[in-house]
Structure formats: C-alpha cells, structure tokens
C-alpha cells in the first residue's frame, strides 16, 4: 500500500470512528430517555455531591486511577458537568484525564516499559504510530488525539515507548483532548436535563454531530499539516541522499 493510500484509509478509519463515537452518544440518549437510566446516574450524582468539598478530590481520584488502570472513563465524563456544572465539570475533567494520561504516560516510560513493548510487539497500530511520532512528535500527539484512530488508553501507554519529549506530550494532550470533553461534559448535562424534564434529547443530538464534524475538521487540518512536514523532509533529504 502506498503512502497516499495509507494516509486514505487512515482518514476513512478516523471519519468511521468519530461517527461512531457520536452514534454511541446519540444510541445512549436514547436509550438513557426511554429506559429510565436515568435514575442510576441521578444516584450517582448524588453519592458525589453528598461528599460536599471533597466531591471535586474523589472524582479526580476516581478519574485518574480508571484511567491509569485503562479503564473505561465515559460514565464519569458524562456526569462532570451535571455534578459540578458544565464549566468547572470541563475544567475538572480536563485536568483529571490530563493527569490519569501523564501518569500511563510514565508508568509506560519508567516503570514497565519491558511489559508494555510485549504486548505491543507486533501490533502495527503502535509501529505506525511509533515510526510518524518519531518524526513529527507534537503534530502526531495533537493528531491522535482529535482524530479518534487510536483508542484514549492506548494512546496514553504507546506514547511512552515512543521517543516523544514528555513536555511536548503533555501539552498536546492537555490541548487537543479538551474539544471532546467539551463535547461529553456539555453533552452529559444536557442528556440529565432532557430525562429530568421528561423532554426528547433532540438538541443534543444537534449539537454532538456539530461537534462531531467540527472536531474531525480540526484534525483533517492537522493530518494534511503532518502531510505537509514529510512531504518537505522528503524533498529535503531524498532516498538517494
């Protein structure tokens, strides 16, 4: 498969996944007003606001530790703004999934990087994304990370084997993660809102293919910048060289 191909197919995957994603939210507002789901994530709203100060401390714990142990984080992102309000649900779900992919990020680098290249071995997801991080770091972090090709937890350890500065990781993710969590927290809120009032999550679902296509937009942009930089290292240090 040439390069030109490769770099189609891996477009068509991240447009899949990123409807895919958007589809996921749409089915589980549905689902979430017909079913009564809606009860269950009331209680636990309630259990974190009945811890009054702490409330903020214990879901970032409760946040950071899932996501070191790779453990699915949606539930949590998706009550952030009903708990704490849509603003500050951002700011804490920003820094808390910031933080968890920091620390996988380390324990990757540092602490078991031995397991985690055998369970990697072989898997061309993280050749590939180890061969075009080593040439254009930050601009394959901010990629990834709007562009859902990689899973979140996957991301977070594969980084850590590859040669990127951690400085320049951190940021990237921090930066580029915050769209889709603008997208869950806001999202979370309005989905609670419309099961409490008893109304059709048809805003929401407005709104999240918006930002779905938005979003994929961004990334686009930068996949045709990473074009741009190999294109150049090409001409500027040809095969034949």
Same mark, same amino acid.
């Given at each position: 498969m040439s390069l030109g191909q490769r770099e189609n197919a891996e477009q068509r995957v991240a447009l899949i996944r990123t409807l $895919?994603?958007?589809?996921?939210?749409?089915?589980?507002?549905?689902?979430?007003?017909?079913? *009564?789901?809606?009860?269950?994530?009331?209680?636990?709203?309630?259990?974190?606001?009945?811890?009054?100060?702490?409330?903020?401390?214990?879901?970032?714990? +409760?946040?950071?530790?899932?996501? +070191?142990?790779?453990?699915?984080?949606?539930?949590?992102?998706?009550?952030? *703004?009903? $708990?704490?309000?849509?603003?500050?649900?951002?700011?804490i779900v920003s820094f808390s999934a910031t933080l968890g992919a920091a620390l996988a990020f380390l324990v990757s680098r540092y602490l078991l990087r031995e397991t985690v290249q055998c369970i990697l071995s072989g898997n061309r997801k993280y050749e590939n994304l180890n061969q075009l991080t080593e040439e254009n770091g930050g601009l394959m972090v901010a990629f990834t990370r709007l562009t859902p090709i990689f899973p979140f937890n996957f991301l977070n350890y594969a980084f850590g084997l590859t040669r990127v500065d951690f400085r320049t990781y951190l940021f990237w993710s921090w930066l580029c993660m915050i769209p889709w969590t603008i997208v869950y927290v806001v999202g979370g809120e309005t989905l609670i809102r419309s099961i409490e009032k008893g109304t059709p999550p048809s805003s929401l679902i407005v709104i999240l293919i918006a930002a779905g296509i938005v979003i994929l937009g961004i990334g686009n942009q930068i996949r045709k910048k990473l074009k741009g930089v190999k294109d150049h290292e090409i001409r500027e240090y040809p095969p034949h060289a």
């Amino acid at each position: 498969m040439s390069l030109g191909q490769r770099e189609n197919a891996e477009q068509r995957v991240a447009l899949i996944r990123t409807l $895919i994603i958007v589809g996921i939210l749409v089915i589980l507002s549905v689902i979430a007003y017909f079913s *009564g789901l809606g009860t269950r994530v009331e209680l636990l709203r309630d259990w974190f606001n009945s811890m009054g100060y702490w409330a903020p401390l214990t879901f970032i714990a +409760v946040y950071v530790l899932s996501t +070191v142990a790779a453990v699915p984080r949606g539930v949590l992102t998706m009550i952030a *703004g009903s $708990i704490f309000g849509s603003l500050y649900g951002i700011v804490i779900v920003s820094f808390s999934a910031t933080l968890g992919a920091a620390l996988a990020f380390l324990v990757s680098r540092y602490l078991l990087r031995e397991t985690v290249q055998c369970i990697l071995s072989g898997n061309r997801k993280y050749e590939n994304l180890n061969q075009l991080t080593e040439e254009n770091g930050g601009l394959m972090v901010a990629f990834t990370r709007l562009t859902p090709i990689f899973p979140f937890n996957f991301l977070n350890y594969a980084f850590g084997l590859t040669r990127v500065d951690f400085r320049t990781y951190l940021f990237w993710s921090w930066l580029c993660m915050i769209p889709w969590t603008i997208v869950y927290v806001v999202g979370g809120e309005t989905l609670i809102r419309s099961i409490e009032k008893g109304t059709p999550p048809s805003s929401l679902i407005v709104i999240l293919i918006a930002a779905g296509i938005v979003i994929l937009g961004i990334g686009n942009q930068i996949r045709k910048k990473l074009k741009g930089v190999k294109d150049h290292e090409i001409r500027e240090y040809p095969p034949h060289a």
